[in-house]
């Protein structure tokens, strides 16, 4: 990102580096990663929002304070909108996006996690997932499916993900069955598209 002024991330010449990986912290960066819903660091392996500290970073946004203040803390961590972790390597990998989260009572949800989940099952081909709104919770978690085998059942997805996870991140907006997910020439998935077939 260009507020990092210089690459924050390498990565190293291993065979065992994951190419999944964005790299390892280059020297002059400091990294943590927090937890969207308290704000506190988490362990290693564990999903958060990456910040990073350095003295190569931006001082802040021209004539935009408030913008500044929204990405920069008062220790100087700027708050990137990534949503990663960091594995026992020290690798960091960036798995979504802070907007995407959906937003359950409070509690964030990440449309990744439970796509990665998704796609573990056998039956589903492609799969998506994004907040449809909600008056009670604010959103709720919706799922659109491939299927691989045509018998799957908005049932059997469900259970699924049920099986996996805390209860605020079932899949309660329900389940839709599509002939594919939209997506852009390099993959990624285009979720204001299902947002406006969502109404």
Partial sequence: ??????????????????????GSLVSTFEQKIISTNTGDEVPTGERGEICIRSPTI????????????????????????????????????????????IKVKGLQVAPAELEDILLSHKEIQDAAVIGVPDEKTGEKPRAYVVKAN????????????????????????????????PKSPSGKILRRFLREQAG
């Fill in 150 to 181: 045509k018998n799957l059942t908005e049932s059997d997805v469900k259970d699924f993900i049920e099986a996996k996870v805390s209860s605020y991140k079932f899949l309660t907006g329900g389940v839709v069955f599509v002939e594919e997910i």
């Fill in 58 to 101: 931006m001082k802040g946004y021209l004539n935009r304070p408030e913008a500044t203040a929204e990405t920069i803390d008062a220790d100087g961590w700027l708050h990137t909108g990534d949503i990663g972790f960091v594995d026992e390597k020290g690798q960091t990998f960036i798995v979504d996006r802070l907007k995407e989260l």
């Fill in 1 to 22: 990102m260009t507020e990092c002024g210089l690459a924050s991330h390498l990565p190293l010449l291993d065979s065992e580096i994951s190419i999944t990986s964005v």
